[in-house]
């Protein structure tokens, strides 16, 4: 069938517009539509080229779709190598060679191009006639890999020249990578598959360019920075390496922004330390900074010595990643309670420090990389971040490790740790004993909205604590006021007004009380609810975590936080030595009253309610005297099950427990109980 012109001009000036932006968007990162609108481009040109096979072409944009399979990469031969760069680790070595080029030229000052050294793959592209035909990875220099078919589909890589003049023959060379927050992204999609991981964003571009599989490649955000050229056939180049880079730009390929021409040895160490203070800041990772002659007939006249081009170097950044041997993992416990491993190390100098410490994050990250003593593990330290223990080097590790298992106790108070469901974070239990933690517990008992001891700043609690004054909240009402009038800038008449304010905090209320006791997520409003439900702290303290999540606005994580507290014999001596101490409240009814109609039974909502939410109707029935758990056990009462009820309505039909609707739902808030429960089903 043959192509009706209009279709065939249609799809030219499709291929056309969309090579147009993608210059835009990927080389001058100035895009003039949405991507809805390039999407319709796209999505026009693909429905023609389906009805018309004729109209592909090999430049179209369609046809970065990976192709199937390959076995095995082919060899390719570069015409002219590709280089490797001689190594500057000091301003010193940077002045030598600065010192060696304007000596060999005999000029007083060199022109450079400086740019970021990208830490990707470098990569030669050739195009004939601006259509690109051949992609091959470094390799030794002189042999590379052909993978052709996987650069194709990196988006910023043209597949075809823009512009007029181009040469009959050129090659580009350059650095595929792969940007920091696409880095970021790969790594958690391949943790939900349950996948292996990349090391870092270098190891994720090699393994994504060199798939077999290039279907694979386009899944994978590389992108490309050119830097250079080798083999040019056809047309002449400019004489200066900027301006070859700028005719690059303009013929669609993607340059380095960050490069800049600096004249002498000083700009090109400002250079350096410019990109070093904003290398973490960059989209991209970079390892130091590469300088090259401007001038070609310079970069020709220096030469070459062994694999490396004289009038190049690459100015290193210290490594941000070194090998270093596991002597130990401590536990340190943080000021809220939260346990961080801690591996100690044999000293590296990484990053431009000496490190002997790095964090391992939580007790997953450990499990997840199996880090155990005596490993040989890799340290990563960028910029200001803690170094970090990025993974393990199997190879190298001894016989007879053992995986790490983490404390269940806390290293510094013996407290029960303790790992609330979906939370990452372990934490310490004994938050009122806890050395670890007595700063912030006493300031937060302290605060205005739990005991209200006015006068109780930060500074002063840090220097109680510091001088060994007070160990826990209770030993605040053993406070003297010659103690306190002792302290740094503390006069007789602020030591005055604290005593009494210590002696007014004693009467207050059992809500304040519980707040001031710092329970993880037992806030305000759950503090006040579990005072006027249960109404005194003997009946809370009895509560199990079902019983506790029959309370409005408790759930699981909620009621472990709170039985686990008060589990604790450390917490429960403060507590008790608060009452000794003289603080106190009146004990309140608790609000649920024996008469109402639904007082002693539980229930269970599970699936969708059409009429209400679960949490209206938890209100509802709470109000009616009712418990509402978030499980079902042989004591539920009666299980709600809306539209998609899973687990729990197949445990309560399991276990005999009578099931509702949400129409008995409904009677049932109404009031209409039909001679009473005992009668329904």
Not at 586 to 608: M, S
Request: proline content about 5%; aromatic content about 6%.
């Amino acid at each position: 069938m043959s192509v009706p012109q209009k279709e065939s001009r249609r799809a030219r000036e499709l291929r056309e517009q969309i090579q147009e932006h993608n210059y835009l968007y990927y080389v001058l990162d100035a895009p003039d539509i949405p991507d809805v609108e390039y999407d319709r481009l796209l999505r026009e040109l693909e429905t023609l080229e389906a009805r018309y096979p004729e109209l592909i072409t090999p430049d179209s944009p369609t046809q970065r779709v990976g192709a199937e399979p390959v076995k095995a990469f082919g060899q390719v031969i570069h015409e002219i190598p590709m280089l490797s760069l001689g190594n500057a680790f000091s301003d010193q070595e940077m002045s030598d060679f600065d010192k060696r080029i304007r000596e060999s030229l005999e000029i007083d000052a060199v022109e450079y191009m400086a740019e970021p050294k990208l830490d990707g793959l470098a990569i030669s592209l050739i195009y004939e006639k601006g259509l690109l035909t051949q992609g091959a990875t470094r390799g030794d220099g002189v042999t590379g890999e052909n993978v052709t078919r996987n650069v194709r589909t990196i988006p910023s890589v043209p597949l075809r020249l823009r512009g007029k003049n181009i040469p009959g023959l050129l090659e580009v060379r350059g650095e595929v990578f792969m940007p920091k927050k696409g880095f970021t992204e790969l790594n958690k999609a391949q943790a939900a598959r349950d996948e292996k991981q990349f090391a870092n964003p270098r190891n994720a571009a090699a393994g994504s360019l060199r798939q077999l599989d290039p279907r694979i490649t386009r899944t994978r955000p590389l992108t490309m920075f050119c830097y250079g050229i080798g083999k040019v056939e056809g047309k002449s180049m400019p004489d200066r390496h900027n301006d070859i880079m700028q005719l690059l730009r303009d013929w669609g390929l993607r340059i380095n922004p960050d490069a800049k021409i600096v004249n002498g040895l000083n700009k090109c160490l400002d250079y350096y330390k410019k990109m070093a203070q904003r290398r973490e800041k960059l989209a991209y990772e970079i390892d130091g900074v590469v300088y090259k002659v401007n001038q070609i007939e310079q970069q020709q006249k220096l030469g070459f010595v062994s694999r490396a081009p004289r009038w190049a170097i690459a100015y290193k950044f210290p490594a941000q990643e070194e090998m270093t041997r596991l002597l130990a993992i401590d536990v340190q416990v943080g000021r809220t309670g939260a346990l961080t491993p801690v591996a100690r190390l044999e000293p590296v100098f990484v990053g431009g420090v000496t490190v002997t410490n790095a964090t391992l994050h939580n007790e997953d990250e450990i499990r997840r990389k199996d880090v155990r003593v005596g490993d040989t593990v890799i340290v990563r330290r960028a910029g200001d971040v803690i170094p970090e223990v990025v993974s393990v080097v199997k190879t190298r590790r001894p016989k007879k490790t053992k995986p790490y298992r983490f404390p269940e106790k806390c290293p510094e108070c013996g407290s029960e740790i303790i790992r609330l469901e979906g939370q990452a974070i372990a934490r310490c239990s004994g938050g009122l004993y806890c050395p670890a933690q007595r700063k912030e517990a006493i300031k937060h008992f302290a605060s205005r909205r739990a005991m209200d001891i006015d006068g109780l700043g930060d500074k002063l609690i840090d220097q109680m604590v510091e001088q060994g004054l007070i160990k826990d909240v209770a030993d605040l009402y053993t406070l003297s006021q010659e103690k306190l009038a002792g302290l740094d800038r503390m006069a007789e008449k602020s030591a005055v007004n604290i005593m009494s304010a210590l002696d007014k905090s004693k009467q207050t209320t059992l809500a304040r009380f519980l707040y001031a006791l710092g329970i993880r997520e037992v806030g305000e409003t759950t503090a006040r609810t579990l005072a006027e439900q249960a109404g005194s702290l003997e009946a809370i303290t009895k509560l199990d975590e079902e019983q506790l999540q029959a309370l409005p606005d408790v759930g699981p994580i909620v009621a472990r936080s709170i039985t686990t507290f008060f589990h604790q014999a450390h917490n429960r001596d403060v507590i008790k030595k608060l009452q000794k101490a003289g603080i106190h409240w009146p004990d309140i009814e608790p609000q649920t009253a024996n008469d109402k109609p639904l007082t002693g039974k539980t229930f269970v909502l599970t699936g969708t309610l059409a009429s209400m939410t679960r949490d209206e109707a938890k209100n509802k029935l709470q109000a009616l005297g009712a418990r509402v758990s978030s499980s079902v056990s042989k004591k539920t009462s009666y299980v709600v099950a809306g539209a998609d009820s899973g687990s729990k309505l197949t445990k309560a039909q399991a276990l005999g427990v009578p099931v509702l609707d949400e129409a008995m739902l409904a009677r049932v808030i109404e009031g209409d109980l039909s001679g009473g429960l005992g009668d329904w089903p």
